[in-house]
Nanobody, 120 residues
Framework: QVQLVESGGGLAQPGGSLRLSCAASGIIRSIYAMGWYRQAPGPQRELVAYMLNNSITRYADSAKGRFTISRNNGKNMVYLQMNNLKPEDTAVYYC??????????????WGQGTQVTVSS
C-alpha cells in the first residue's frame, strides 16, 4: 500500500520560513516526479513545485526565488524549503508522487495534506 506522509507545516510569521517533508512508502522503484501542490479555500489545487528523478525542477511563479524543492531519491523523500513566507502562501500543502507528467500516469498518489498558515 502506497502512502505519502507530510510533516513540517504550521504557523509562520510573514517573512519567516518553514520546511515541509514528505516520505513515500510502498513504492519500490524510483519515483519519476515528486512535488508539492497547495489548496487555499476553494476548489483549485495549484502546483507549487516538482522535481523529476533526473533533478529537473519546475516552480510556480509565486514560488520562484523563495521556495526550494529537493529530493532524496534513495529514501523516496521530497522536501520544500519555504522562505520569505507571505500571507498568500496560506494553504493546505499536498505531497504528490506520480509516474509521469501527462494526464494519465501509471500512478498518481497524494498525501493527506499539511496546513501552512502565514500570519502575524
Amino acid at each position: 500500500q502506497v502512502q505519502l506522509v507530510e510533516s513540517g507545516g504550521g504557523l509562520a510569521q510573514p517573512g519567516g520560513s518553514l520546511r515541509l517533508s514528505c516520505a513515500a512508502s510502498g513504492i519500490i522503484r524510483s519515483i519519476y516526479a515528486m512535488g508539492w501542490y497547495r489548496q487555499a479555500p476553494g476548489p483549485q489545487r495549484e502546483l507549487v513545485a516538482y522535481m523529476l528523478n533526473n533533478s529537473i525542477t519546475r516552480y510556480a511563479d509565486s514560488a520562484k526565488g523563495r521556495f526550494t524543492i529537493s529530493r532524496n531519491n534513495g529514501k523516496n523523500m521530497v522536501y520544500l524549503q519555504m522562505n520569505n513566507l507571505k500571507p498568500e502562501d496560506t494553504a493546505v500543502y499536498y505531497c504528490n508522487a506520480r509516474d509521469g507528467l501527462g494526464p494519465d500516469p501509471a500512478y498518481n498518489y497524494w498525501g493527506q495534506g499539511t496546513q501552512v498558515t502565514v500570519s502575524s
